[in-house]
């Protein structure tokens, strides 16, 4: 299957500072990604879609001035958790997806994801 | 937001017996997808089955898809202990020029040895 990378896979950040997490493809190019969120004993819920070379749509409830996303290629997107505080302590996982020209493209395609940062805000 | 529902929430079962769980979603699907979760670790793609198909095997894994009732199952036979973990159904709808996967909420197998 492909490759996506996930960087840091852990990180402890002071709360109030900014952290910055990475997910990059590593043999095909994504124009698109996802970010998914998953507190302790709960489901991965999708944070938003990151679309290369235009601006990422959140899901309901989710802080777009606070969880910054930026894909600026086609194999890197970033997510940066600003001014973070203790209750954004979770894992967080992205995701890449390969691009299609229509429904029936992807009709076997598989999600391909990275090996996930867990985040903690003391 | 949640795409699905599992159940059981939880599962105990005892090393060499088969498990059972259920996803069930809202909307119109692609495929549909099977993820493990060893605890605070990565995802594991598990199986993926497609709209059109209504049962895939792999190795100890049985899938089958109900389109009409907008549900799923996966079956593990012969479990082990290595098996245990969090089993997550995840669904994929075509979006626009993307495929967008939504999880369910998932369901913690554990096997005793």
């Known amino acids: 299957g492909a490759v996506v990378s996930q960087h840091p896979s852990r990180v402890i950040c002071k709360s109030g500072t900014s952290v910055k997490i990475e997910c990059r493809s590593l043999?095909?190019?994504?124009?698109?990604m996802f970010w998914y969120r998953q507190f302790p004993k709960q489901s991965l819920m999708l944070m938003a879609t990151?679309?290369?070379?235009?601006?990422?749509?959140?899901e309901q409830g989710v802080e777009k001035d606070k969880f910054l996303i930026n894909h600026a290629s086609l194999t890197l997107s970033t997510l940066t958790v600003t001014s973070a505080h203790p209750e954004d302590s979770s894992f967080y996982i992205c995701?890449?997806?390969?691009?299609?020209?229509?429904?029936?493209?992807?009709?076997?395609?598989?999600?391909?994801f990275g090996q996930g940062t867990r985040l903690t805000v003391v | 937001s949640q795409q699905g529902e599992e159940d059981p929430q939880a599962l105990s079962i005892q090393e060499g017996e088969n498990a059972t769980m259920n996803c069930s979603y809202k909307t119109s699907i692609n495929n549909l997808q099977w993820y493990r979760q060893n605890s605070g670790r990565g995802l594991v793609h598990l199986i993926l089955i497609r709209s059109n198909e209504r049962e895939k095997h792999s190795g100890r894994l049985r899938v089958t898809l109900d389109t009409s009732k907008k549900s799923s199952s996966l079956l593990i036979t012969a479990s082990r202990a290595a098996d245990t973990a969090s089993y997550f159904c995840?669904?994929?709808?075509?979006?626009?020029?993307?495929?967008?996967?939504?999880f369910g909420t998932g369901t913690k197998l554990q096997v005793i040895p």
């Open positions: 995701s890449a997806g390969k691009p299609g020209r229509s429904e029936l493209s992807f009709l076997n395609t598989e999600a391909f």
């Open positions: 990151s679309n290369e070379g235009s601006k990422a749509t959140y």
């Open positions: 043999d095909f190019q994504a124009t698109t």
């Open positions: 995840a669904t994929a709808l075509y979006s626009g020029g993307y495929q967008k996967v939504t």
